[in-house]
């Protein structure tokens, strides 16, 4: 019988990857994406282990980065969307230990929808409802063919469901609403493609709930009425909607306002959800272990003395950053002198700066001490949350010589 692997090359965490190993290495992987493939075979670039540039062991490695922690006054703890829950918890464990500033990418990207989620503001519901029950699904802002590849062939467009037995185009209908034609608006079809003008959603979105109350749409940027009026139209008739919510709609928002109008005048005339799609594999597990443990899904600053946790945009990356507030940073399974601007990040670079990662970037090439770590769902087991919020078991695949994230984290903790 074959045995099936956890991808984690995206939050869809897909669950029916089968591999074939030579010479202890991921020769052949069956069934993933192309971005799942170049996951599941590793990094092509390695990262060592050093201090100050010298390679040295792991423990040396470890009692650097703990000494540092140690004589920081307000260390920055950020990443994990790349980390199992395990490491994770353990992270938040040691940011409270340190009365450190905690964070992750959802605090410049999905966040506000997450939160919203959990707060219960916001309906949602899990991928396998899409797949089985969903007849109409609007990608906003969002370009699955390229960030989430099986998206549409998995769970949304293409499948046949328990209440989809036709599955695409004759049990389905695919939306898209963006400022560019994207893959994915290329496969909904012109008919089916709303394209807007930048920072043109929330417009949009009262343009639409207007359409569903039977009043006459209007947007500044002269959108044909009639096209708003007819996607109402379908929007009325959906017995299951789904609305994928990608980051070009958050981005587009200042708050989540014209989206919490739009999803009440929805569930007033027919039924939707919304789904965020989630990149990092485990972003969302941050999330929801942050929020359990805090009542704050990102942006916190902890109190070594009673461990009590503060929010505020203050705490976030960015700010913290920009601010140059914090002292030493250690940063997890992420690459945020690529990500941030680099007036943002370079303060990153003069301060002491600790990597743990699987492979080498460009934040590890400034850091003072780096630590090499396993590879999530490949050279390691664990927990992670998928993007809809249901858990899933990540399992071993290959041996390997460098420690789980959660490990390094673990005897960081113990050092400290
Ligand atoms: Fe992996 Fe995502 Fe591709 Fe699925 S869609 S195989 S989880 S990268």
């Not at 960030?147 to 049990?171: A, C, T």
């Not at 096209?227 to 017995?239: D, G, H």
């Not at 929805?266 to 999330?287: A, D, K, T």
């Amino acid at each position: 019988m074959s045995e099936y692997y956890v991808c984690t090359g995206c939050a869809l965490l897909c669950d029916d990857i089968e591999v074939e190993i030579e010479n202890s290495k991921i020769k052949t992987v069956h069934a993933a994406c192309r971005k799942g493939v170049a996951r599941m075979k590793g990094c092509s670039d390695p990262l060592e282990c050093t201090v100050d540039g010298e390679k040295t062991d792991v423990d040396s490695a470890i009692t650097k980065a703990a000494e540092i922690l140690r004589e920081a006054e307000n260390p920055l703890i950020f990443g994990h969307g790349n980390s199992s829950s395990e490491a994770q918890k353990l992270s938040i464990g040691l940011a409270k230990k340190t009365g450190a500033y905690l964070d992750d990418t959802s605090s410049f990207c999905q966040g506000p929808v997450i939160e919203a989620i959990l707060q219960e503001k916001l309906r949602t519901c899990t991928l396998d409802d899409i797949r089985h029950k969903a007849d109409v699904i609007i990608f906003w802002g969002a370009d699955p063919s390229n960030s989430h590849p099986r998206h549409l062939s998995r769970y949304s467009y293409f499948p046949r469901g328990k209440e989809r037995q036709r599955g695409w185009e004759e049990d389905r209908t695919a939306i898209c609403v963006d400022v560019r034609k994207s893959e994915t608006a290329v496969i909904c079809g012109a008919n089916r493609f709303y394209q807007i003008p930048m920072g043109g959603d929330e417009e949009f979105m009262d343009a639409l709930v207007s359409a569903l109350s039977s009043k006459v749409p209007k947007t500044s940027f002269g959108f044909d009425a009639k096209r708003i009026l007819e996607l109402a139209n379908v929007l009325k008739k959906a017995k299951f909607g789904v609305i994928c919510v990608g980051l070009g709609l958050i981005y587009s928002l200042e708050d989540l306002e014209p989206l919490f109008r739009l999803i009440d005048k929805l569930n007033e005339v027919s039924e939707f959800s919304l789904m965020p799609m989630v990149g990092q594999y485990n972003m969302r597990g941050f999330n929801q272990n942050l929020y359990e443990e805090t009542g704050f899904i990102n942006r916190v600053k902890f109190n070594s003395e009673t461990g009590e946790a503060k929010h505020g945009p203050e705490f976030s990356v960015v700010e913290s950053l920009r601010e140059k507030s914090v002292d030493a940073a250690l940063i997890i399974g992420s690459d945020p002198l690529s990500s941030l601007p680099l007036s943002v990040s370079r303060y990153l670079a003069d301060i002491p700066l600790i990597t743990i990662d699987p492979c080498r970037n460009l934040t590890s090439s400034k850091a003072e001490v780096t630590i090499p770590c396993a590879f999530g769902g490949v050279e390691y087991g664990g927990t992670a949350v998928r993007m809809d919020g249901v858990e899933v078991k990540l399992k071993k695949i290959l041996d390997t010589e460098n420690l789980p994230d959660a490990e390094i984290l673990r005897k960081i903790t113990e050092a400290i």
